[in-house]
């Protein structure tokens, strides 16, 4: 027995069953009992690491892990596949994906941005899209891909965004790239091959309750294909992402085929604020019941209060968020959670007005989402992979290619069965950095490399501070670790001032002093939530920035009238507030 693991943590970690669900309360120490349970088959069962993946929900979640378990295990522990199902996949698909149609060589991942331009671009060319209203509607269009990323499946015949849908990946495959949602297609597609050359025998998931349809598709697939032991561990009080596919009923549907051990101890948190995450989380019906238990005192004074009437002004203006004054009751550092960026925006601004030193996180995934920043990098993309002709499309203006010159370019690629680019720098006589040089190296370059009309600054800051932490990074490791960016890799765990960032942001962390702000009706619960009545699912993102708090925890109520343009706006206060505290 592990004097380290409570009781309920150690028959989690030990127990001899094949598909086990841990329900972790908050703060009841699940990243523990998961690195344990790695430990004992590792060291108990002898079990090679090359036999375990593990699928975190962030890149941050999976480096805390893989460096606890090199304490716990030493080297070895790198041998364990660790990450996020999609840098997973993005792993698998970059060796085998000639099998699923795609050259073998580097692969291209769209974001968002590129998706959309490259959708536009073949929209244009069937007819579908004139440059301003669509046919089919742009929102059935939407509605179809979301399905396609969210459960695996293809449109069929009759549907009218069929055709355009075929057209699209056919530009993909052409283009040797994918979209950020179809990496997980391409991971299923690719389980049979996987198993010809690595040996999986045992598949942890955490945070179970926010994965997709398509998820657990993929996991239900490896487990029977490796005949594998599956280990999920996760909270459906916790479940916080419905809205971009996860699927929490899916515990409730097939909890029977699980041997369920929970987690209810609290370590986090002061008894008041347990107290009250309880009474909140107790009006969801649709849950797998379990209530925290607190160990820690309440021994500071009221670690739960209600603010009134805090605007974001009145916010700036509250002591505690100044780390120039220090609070004999509030321990810092102080984090301001939201449930929109709109808050944290006007806050921001205020708080730089206020010359006070915060970190808003979101800034740098803003940035990444620029169309500046992707045009910048399509350079290196094409460094990578010369057949992406959609990234050829996005710098050819940049490069001073005249329209009849990319015409004269795209006729001749395909006469000659070449890409965009290989046409380009075959006719222009230029060699492009390699793909395995230094990225710090091609970045000296990327200055003088053509003609830019935007400010590059901030997107040369951006990838510097990447090769800060890996200075030896080649072009195709850097863009393979930018392809899967999610908004945690902004925070630094060193930083000790006062954080700004949405509830969403802030899953599966914790800090001393949290305050909710906007608790009020139409923001949380939002509007659209209120209209949809998806009142439970936005009392589990409440419950979530309710239990990040260890010490302090205050709820602060923008006033309820409120006046713009001439017109009243009412949002009374969050019904949350009289659920949690009563």
């Not at 962030?58 to 660790?82: C, D, F, H, P, W």
């Not at 149609?101 to 580097?106: A, C």
């Not at 607190?294 to 505690?320: F, G, H, W």
Request: net charge negative; charged share 25%; proline share 3%.
């Amino acid at each position: 027995m592990d004097i380290n693991l409570d009781q309920q943590q150690q028959v989690a970690v030990h127990t001899e069953s094949a598909r086990v669900l841990v329900l972790a309360a908050a703060g009841s120490g699940k990243t523990r009992t998961l690195i344990e349970r790695i430990a004992y088959l590792v060291e108990e069962k002898n079990v090679s690491c090359y036999e375990i993946t593990a699928f975190t929900f962030t890149r941050k979640a999976a480096g805390e892990i893989q460096s606890r378990l090199v304490e716990r295990l030493g080297n070895k522990a790198y041998k364990i596949k660790m990450g996020t199902m999609h840098s997973l996949a993005l792993e698998m698909i970059q060796n085998f994906g000639e099998v699923i149609g795609l050259k073998n060589k580097h692969v291209t991942v769209y974001g968002d941005f590129e998706e959309q331009f490259l959708l536009k671009d073949c929209a244009l060319a069937m007819g579908v899209y004139n440059g301003k209203s669509w046919k089919p509607k742009k929102g059935d269009v939407d509605a179809v891909f979301n399905s396609y990323y969210q459960t695996g499946v293809e449109p069929d015949g009759l549907d009218p965004v069929h055709d355009l849908f075929k057209a699209f990946i056919a530009r993909c495959k052409e283009n040797n790239s994918m979209t950020y949602g179809g990496l997980l297609t391409g991971l299923k597609l690719l389980i049979p091959t996987m198993k010809e050359y690595v040996n999986i025998k045992h598949i942890f998931v955490d945070e179970i309750q926010d994965i997709d349809t398509l998820q657990w598709m993929i996991i239900r697939e490896m487990e029977e294909v490796f005949s594998a032991s599956l280990y999920v561990v996760g909270d459906l009080d916790q479940s916080i992402y419905a809205w971009r596919g996860a699927v929490p009923e899916y515990l409730l549907e097939h909890q029977n085929e699980f041997d369920i051990y929970r987690l209810q101890t609290n370590y986090r948190s002061r008894a008041s604020i347990v107290n009250a995450a309880n009474k909140l989380i107790a009006n969801n019906i649709d849950r797998l019941p379990m209530e925290m238990i607190a160990t820690r005192e309440d021994d500071l004074l009221c670690p739960v209060e209600v603010y009134k009437n805090i605007d974001s002004q009145k916010l700036v203006e509250m002591r505690l968020c100044s780390d120039s004054i220090t609070s004999p009751i509030y321990t810092k550092p102080v984090t301001v959670l939201s449930r929109n960026h709109a808050l944290l925006e006007k806050l921001s601004m205020l708080l730089e007005e206020a010359h006070i030193e915060h970190v808003y996180i979101g800034k740098e995934t803003a940035l990444t989402n620029s169309e500046e920043f992707r045009r910048f990098h399509a350079h290196l993309k094409l460094s990578v992979n010369e057949f992406d002709n959609f990234s050829f499309l996005l710098i050819k203006d940049l490069m001073g290619i005249s329209v009849a010159d990319y015409s004269e370019i795209r006729r001749y690629a395909a006469e000659t069965g070449q890409s965009h680019f290989q046409v380009w720098i075959a006719k222009e006589d230029i060699e492009y950095p390699a793909s395995d040089r230094s990225l710090a190296d091609v970045l000296k370059e990327m200055p003088t490399l053509c003609k830019w009309y935007f400010d590059i600054n901030p997107i040369v800051d951006f990838i510097e501070k990447y090769i800060e932490t890996s200075p030896k990074a080649t072009v195709s490791q850097y863009l393979d670790w930018l392809a899967t960016i999610d908004i945690q890799d902004e925070i630094k765990k060193e930083y000790e001032g006062l954080t700004l960032m949405t509830i969403h942001a802030a899953k599966g962390l914790e800090r001393p002093t949290v305050i909710i702000a906007g608790c009020n009706e139409e923001i949380i619960p939002s509007k659209q939530a209120i209209r949809n009545d998806d009142i439970e699912g936005e009392r589990r993102l409440m419950y979530v920035a309710m239990t990040r708090a260890r010490d302090n925890l205050l709820l602060t109520i923008r006033p309820e009238t409120t006046e713009t343009n001439g017109r009243e706006y009412v949002n009374p206060e969050s019904r949350f507030i009289k659920e949690a505290i009563s």
